[in-house]
């Protein structure tokens, strides 16, 4: 089955490392290329939290170890395999539903994007069969149950479970806001409060970026609600700003999470960006060094590194 699904794979034009560039994730990818299967493992099962999920984002959300991921779920059934098998099927889930509204998805469309994500389910799941102390498997299955339209009582039991696990771990709360956006099973004051009670409920600053997410979707919800006029004010107004530089006061590295910080920065960039904080944009951005991520980048018309220099030309 697996082999079949694989055939759906697409290869998308250059866009953003979202392992921002992480010499882990690299090594991690040559040796899963290599097939040396237990140096993968011994480096995974060294790598904290942050490390573990930007190797999903930078191997597993990528187009370009499809067949290696394939050839390593086939030689060894285990925790890892399983994860990286089931975080590829969820990406693949998501090239196949397309970027459209969900009124313009195609039958073929949401039936490539439902047998993908059933396929990443089973092989998340048996991930947990395998290791059911890694919140990376709890976290992807949010995002998959999202997908599935699963209730979101059901989904929230995930969410607990990789944070019981991890109460930092970033991605178990990206995908949870994303539940509570407006344009899924939320709305913009569910997002809103779920970032603030993060961000009280918890000392690091990592957490900022949840904030700066529920800024960019909301300009994002009223393109789609056809609000044009809310659509082309919105970063222009004096409450908006307030709230992206008061967050931006709160920015500093973290004492754990580091390696995730560049996607913290990334969020942060694009609403100054946004404000035309130019400046500080690009102390962010250099800090960086020009590593972006597809979201929210993307809203701007903005896909890759490349693109994201040519904004200080």
């Not at 459209?100 to 991930?127: H, I, P």
């Not at 929230?156 to 696990?165: C, G, I, N, P, V």
């Not at 899924?184 to 961000?199: D, N």
């Not at 979707?217 to 393109?223: N, P, T």
């Amino acid at each position: 089955m697996l082999d079949k699904l694989f055939s759906y794979f697409k290869h998308k034009e250059d866009v953003f490392d979202e392992s921002f560039g992480n010499p882990k994730v690299k090594e991690f990818g040559k040796l899963l290329q290599k097939q040396q299967y237990l140096d993968c493992e011994r480096i995974y099962h060294n790598s904290d939290w942050a490390e573990r999920s930007l190797m999903m984002r930078g191997i597993a959300f990528s187009d370009n170890y499809h067949a290696a991921i394939q050839q390593y779920q086939k030689n060894r059934k285990n925790a890892l395999s399983c994860l990286l098998a089931g975080s590829h099927a969820l990406h693949l889930a998501w090239q196949a539903r397309t970027g459209k509204r969900a009124k313009d998805v195609t039958y073929d469309e949401f039936k490539g994007f439902r047998k993908f994500l059933e396929l990443s389910y089973e092989f998340l799941q048996s991930s947990i069969e395998h290791n059911a102390t890694d919140p990376e498997p709890f976290a992807q299955l949010i995002r998959v149950l999202m997908g599935l339209s699963e209730d979101v009582e059901v989904i929230e039991s995930y969410f607990k479970e990789a944070t019981r696990l991890c109460h930092e771990h970033m991605p178990a709360h990206i995908n949870m806001i994303t539940v509570y956006n407006p344009k899924w099973f939320g709305s913009l004051e569910r997002m809103y409060g779920f970032a603030k009670s993060c961000q009280q409920n918890n000392n690091t600053p990592l957490f900022l970026q949840l904030t700066d997410y529920a800024i960019s979707e909301h300009h994002l919800y009223f393109s789609m609600n056809n609000r044009d006029e809310d659509y082309e004010t919105f970063y222009q107004k004096p409450e908006t700003r307030a709230m992206i530089m008061e967050n931006y006061s709160k920015l500093k590295v973290p004492e754990s999470g580091k390696a995730w910080m560049p996607m913290v920065r990334s969020y942060v960039a694009y609403n100054l960006y946004q404000i035309e904080e130019t400046g500080y944009m690009w102390k962010e951005l250099s800090t960086n060094n020009f590593y972006g991520s597809i979201l929210p980048w993307g809203y701007a018309g903005i896909h890759n590194s490349k693109e994201l220099r040519k904004l200080f030309r």
